[in-house]
């Protein structure tokens, strides 16, 4: 182990493709969505092989940080950074690394998303180790998964020429938006392209440098905040900062445009489970093709994804590519080809004012 490196897991979203299951104070990485840990517990233990739980941070919403710290315990309590409002992932990833940087001034982030799913964690870890040689060096490494099939939910990296700094390593030629079907089949024809997972590894102060470059009213908010860290009056010095910019994502306001900036490739049996048809990449479909969680009874019914309610009975008959999730309080029906619309729902209970089933 690197006693440099330190695990960040930014588990500040809401999860909104899937509700009932996911709620503002109970998000997706709050769920134990496999019947064991939860997907935030999970995230943390997949990379203990590259460092240990006393370089573990995260940051988490205000709204869910209690079910974060009861989630994930054995992550020190002085490494919860807490957003007072949220801001997509670039305030999140620069707030984390200035809290690294002040206790490590030679510290690498290792920072992933709370909510995805790795079937091969030995994998990673490689790839990690890969990307944690070229970053000591200076450049901010995104990890690319190889695709598999023509997605068109994920955005994509081209790989450009090998990077001499470490093997396995390359430099990105360019980023790419989420493509149609055609373009997406196209990429994995041509190779040479992978998966954005939007995990990334940088030295804490090669992500400030950048932040300050592309991003200095970020910066410059943020700096306000360095002052505060240890004193009483960090919270309200926070909350001053991040209500004074508006939120912007890494890969937009940072990645697309830093100096140095490569990618190492992984098959490492990544999903972001991104909506509720890809939940068997999670729980592994039955005989008839169903993922079933609780008590269900199943009539012929193909290729469902069927989730009963503790202490309910869900009764299936006759229907095929459904999600039928049902809660204590709720329940969703919904065509699999749909799942990417479940987010509207959302919207729709809002306009109703029906905020307490969000």
């Given at each position: 182990?690197?006693?440099?490196?330190?695990?960040?897991?930014?588990?500040?979203?809401?999860?909104?493709?899937?509700?009932?299951?996911?709620?503002?104070?109970?998000?997706?990485?709050?769920?134990?969505?496999?019947?064991?840990?939860?997907?935030?517990?999970?995230?943390?233990?997949?990379?203990?092989?590259?460092?240990?739980?006393?370089?573990?941070?995260?940051?988490?919403?205000?709204?869910?940080?209690?079910?974060?710290?009861?989630?994930?315990?054995?992550?020190?309590?002085?490494?919860?950074?807490?957003?007072?409002?949220?801001?997509?992932?670039?305030?999140?990833?620069?707030?984390?690394?200035?809290?690294?940087?002040?206790?490590?001034?030679?510290?690498?982030?290792?920072?992933?998303?709370?909510?995805?799913?790795?079937?091969?964690?030995?994998?990673?870890?490689?790839?990690?180790?890969?990307?944690?040689?070229?970053?000591?060096?200076?450049?901010?490494?995104?990890?690319?998964?190889?695709?598999?099939?023509?997605?068109?939910?994920?955005?994509?990296?081209?790989?450009?020429?090998a990077d001499p700094r470490a093997a396995g390593a390359f430099k990105v030629q360019r980023f790419c938006e989420k493509p149609d079907l055609e373009r997406a089949r196209g990429f994995l024809s041509q190779g040479g392209y992978?998966?954005?997972?939007?995990?990334?590894?940088?030295?804490?102060?090669?992500?400030?440098?950048?932040?300050?470059?592309?991003?200095?009213?970020?910066?410059?908010?943020?700096?306000?905040?360095?002052?505060?860290?240890?004193?009483?009056?960090?919270?309200?010095?926070?909350?001053?900062?991040?209500?004074?910019?508006?939120?912007?994502?890494?890969?937009?306001?940072?990645?697309?445009?830093?100096?140095?900036?490569?990618?190492?490739?992984?098959?490492?049996?990544?999903?972001?489970?991104?909506?509720?048809?890809?939940?068997?990449?999670?729980?592994?479909?039955?005989?008839?093709?169903?993922?079933?969680?609780?008590?269900?009874?199943?009539?012929?019914?193909?290729?469902?994804?069927?989730?009963?309610?503790?202490?309910?009975?869900?009764?299936?008959?006759g229907v095929s590519d459904l999600a039928v999730i049902q809660t204590a309080d709720a329940t969703l029906i919904v065509p699999l080809s749909k799942a990417q619309q479940v987010r509207e729902v959302l919207e729709r209970l809002?306009?109703?004012?029906?905020?307490?089933?969000?």
């Amino acid at each position: 182990m690197n006693p440099n490196v330190h695990i960040v897991v930014i588990a500040g979203g809401s999860g909104t493709r899937f509700w009932p299951l996911s709620r503002r104070r109970h998000p997706k990485q709050l769920l134990a969505l496999g019947g064991g840990d939860t997907l935030l517990a999970a995230t943390f233990t997949r990379v203990e092989a590259v460092a240990p739980p006393s370089r573990w941070w995260m940051v988490v919403g205000k709204g869910h940080a209690q079910g974060c710290r009861e989630a994930a315990p054995r992550v020190p309590a002085a490494h919860v950074v807490v957003e007072p409002v949220a801001r997509n992932t670039a305030p999140a990833i620069g707030l984390a690394a200035l809290h690294l940087a002040a206790v490590d001034p030679d510290a690498v982030l290792v920072i992933l998303p709370a909510d995805h799913h790795v079937a091969q964690p030995a994998a990673l870890c490689a790839a990690i180790d890969t990307a944690v040689v070229a970053a000591k060096q200076g450049a901010i490494v995104t990890l690319g998964i190889t695709p598999s099939r023509p997605e068109t939910g994920y955005g994509y990296i081209q790989r450009g020429a090998a990077d001499p700094r470490a093997a396995g390593a390359f430099k990105v030629q360019r980023f790419c938006e989420k493509p149609d079907l055609e373009r997406a089949r196209g990429f994995l024809s041509q190779g040479g392209y992978d998966w954005n997972a939007g995990i990334f590894v940088a030295r804490a102060q090669t992500i400030l440098a950048e932040l300050e470059r592309q991003l200095p009213p970020v910066y410059g908010a943020l700096g306000a905040v360095r002052g505060a860290l240890g004193k009483p009056d960090y919270e309200s010095a926070l909350a001053t900062a991040f209500n004074s910019f508006a939120g912007v994502s890494f890969d937009y306001g940072i990645m697309e445009g830093a100096r140095d900036v490569c990618v190492v490739p992984t098959s490492c049996g990544w999903s972001d489970v991104g909506s509720l048809d890809a939940l068997d990449v999670v729980i592994p479909r039955n005989a008839a093709g169903n993922v079933v969680v609780g008590r269900v009874v199943e009539i012929d019914t193909h290729g469902c994804v069927l989730h009963a309610a503790p202490g309910q009975v869900l009764a299936a008959v006759g229907v095929s590519d459904l999600a039928v999730i049902q809660t204590a309080d709720a329940t969703l029906i919904v065509p699999l080809s749909k799942a990417q619309q479940v987010r509207e729902v959302l919207e729709r209970l809002g306009e109703n004012g029906w905020s307490e089933y969000l």
